[in-house]
């Protein structure tokens, strides 16, 4: 027995004495405020708790460590001190995706009690054992500093008058959130609800021979082992290419080590998991294809179709050979990126049940009618038997967008008629879901002597793994974007997506537009070098405007900001010797010919309460926010009753929550649906069209298929309906170290400068990361670690300052004249470290990440 204290309440303790406090808090006392990240690495903080009166990583701390004790979560501390402490996040926009947020609560709490005053050092030294991958912790900070004023008798700050577009407005549910009291998907608790575990393949390539479920389910508390031979409909899924098998059967080949042979049901998610390692395997072990550059011409067939999936062409404004041997200067070079890791803080989960015929789903995915496409279809069910709830996930990234464990959730409790949870760990999670791409780029670039770009040659292979994911349209952004925010008249690029047995790679934060950023941003400096030239002059220079084309061919109208962004930092660039300088440029929306759309519908429940129906994922960006800002702006309501809902039973229909687009998508449909309520609350009170909806819809379906621009074609190329620019300066000290970062984005109109602020800083220390220090370096197509420790993500202490600087250029098609913001905040930044590391040093990056490099040379 091992007695103990819980939040003021006595425990005991008689279960196993090395179980982990974590477990027991979240699976037996139901405390949910401390989150698993990390599977017990003691790597991220989120489960974070006092004991003691010091702080204690509950994933790692035995229970037998706490024999005596006592144990304090968020849920055991005064509602005041609550209050106060997540409030300061969210006024300072501390809480994005929020899954981290309780670790760092606590944590303020636990530093503010020992050292009420702290100074910056002490708080970045307070948070080494806490990871966030949303904010770049600087909102964090100022918000512990806010904290300990507030609780030292400061007056809280008033609260925007402006609610609507341009306002402060607080983030949706934020404070619910950061407290633990906002559920995530891995924290609903159902009646009955039993657990599930996955059997992954041992190998990159190899024949099933065979699979040996006998002892697994004969084992204390299993319900039932599933295989291939159980899925009553399509076996495969994918969200372009239907190529990914839910399961792998015996006497099938394993393309991949994300490929899942066999799941387990049990009792406890402990008992399913023991099942699911007792599974033996017979395999045929086979050579896997790991290198994209061996991908056309090896005799290993990822497919049987070949390892070629896509090629991009951009052919125009002539022969690119003649006019790079015409131009007076030209940069090339080989550039290489590598493959990393979203390390979104809350790993994949999926909760289902029977409902109806059918089931219902608890998704944290990105897109939930898309969901609700491939489940219906591995089902065997029509899709109206298929309703998915979004529950507000813990970062995505990109990361979310494939279905991961929805459509194993959704087969065993359609075949066992229970509710079922399956979640995957941190190493499943890494060997699982579909990564950043790792490109290989052949650039050369030219200009005349007065600096003007002339032409660009650009030959680039990508690495889409195992599965297609989205990996044909990466390269096509690759493509679509390779000659960055400039205009060069002639431009000859091809863009190649390649299968290997590597892990699958998908969307990620960029989608394939950072990497060729850093590799036309790289050449640019070289032109300058030749040829003598102002670095910031020639990319004023040469910047788009209106009138002037991207590399797909598009003619920019009106609303390029590249400029008004370079102008923003052209005192402090001149400043600076070894400034790094770099722009960017990212498409808001798919566009390429896909229609952008999105569908919303307002319910009025009566006159205090408004539901906001759509269809696009919340994660941390704020679209639910901007959503109720929206609202707010064109009725003059009060964001308070204003409740938000994704759940396809509503039929307000959307795509992914991807290409930066959610802002303009929803923002323009509830433009639309606010004005039959406008001119109803003209007549009427808000009580008086209790169980009155209104319905919004808005549509892009006027952007053209990606093609080589010299092909015969009608009509004029518009790739996407809108893009957002950027450009970015990174500072260095004495020694060469970052010193600051500071970022110009044209965001058109700014919805919510705090929400603005929060996305542009996270993104920026995303970006440092993957300029000098993330990896997921692969051994025979597998992880060489499955350790978050071990991917080179930033902490708190490494960040430098940085400066986000808000340009407002209107675009023609975006709500107010609003922009995405989502993915461009980190397109620039590898490009202007690259830069600044070979101002100050002499020496030329050509590969990602430069740190690691470094370390090794």
Known sequence: MIPFELNGQRIEYAGEENRSLLDFLRGEMGITSAKDGCSGQGACGACLVELNGRPALSCVTRMKKVAGGKVVTLEGLPEPLLRTLGQAFVEKGAVQCGFCSPGFLMRTKLLLQENPAPERRQILDALKLNLCRCTGYLRIIEAIESAAALLAGARPAAADVNQGIGGRQDKYEAWETAVGRRPFVADLRIPGMVFGALRFSDHARAVVRGIDTETAAKMPGVLRVFTAADIPGEPLTGLIVADWPLMIAAGETCRSGADVLAGVVGTSEANARAAAGAIRVDYEVLEPLTDMLQAERSPILVHEQGNLLETCVIRRGGDVDAALAASAFTASGTFRTQMIEHAFLETEAAVALPEEGGVRLYSQGQGVYEDRRQVASLLGLPEEKVRVIQVANGGGFGGKEDITVQGHAALFAMLLQKPVRVRLDRPESIRMHPKRHPLVMEYALGCDRSGQLTALRARIIGDTGAYASVGTKVLERAAGHATGAYHVPTADIEAKTVY??????????????????????????????????????????????????????????????????????????????????????????????????????????????????????????????????????????????????????????????????????????????????KRDLEQQPLSALAGRSYRGRWRCDWTTMPRAADAPAAGKVVTHYSYGYAAQLVLLDGKGAISRVIAAHDAGRIVNPVLFQGQIEGAVVMGLGYALSEDLPLRDGLPLSYRLADLGLAKAGDVPPITVIGVEVADEHGPYGAKGVGEIGLVPTAAAVANAFCRFDGRRRFRLPMERQEKTR
């Open 500 to 677: 290997t047995n590597n892990i699958p790679c998908g969307a990620m934060r960029g989608f394939g537009v950072n990497q060729v950023t850093f590799a036309m941003e790289s050449c640019l400096d070289m032109l300058c070098e030749q040829g003598g030239f102002d670095r910031w002059q020639l990319r004023y220079d040469n910047a788009l405007d209106m009138g002037r084309m991207t590399a797909s061919g598009q003619v920019l109208g009106p609303g390029v900001g590249v400029r008004a962004c370079l102008l923003a930092l052209k005192d402090e660039f001149y400043g600076s010797p070894t400034a790094g300088l770099a722009c960017g440029i990212k498409n808001t929306g798919i566009g390429n010919g896909i229609s952008d759309d999105s569908e919303v519908r307002i319910d009025v429940v009566s006159g205090s309460k408004l539901v906001i129906q759509h269809g696009w994922t919340e994660m941390g960006q704020g679209v639910h926010t901007v959503a109720r800002q929206v609202v707010c702006q064109e009725t003059g309501l009060e964001p308070a009753i204003m409740e938000v809902r994704v759940d396809t039973a509503s039929g307000a229909r959307s795509g992914m929550t991807t290409a930066s687009r959610a802002t303009s998508l929803v923002g323009n449909a509830l433009i639309a649906a606010c004005s039959g309520l």
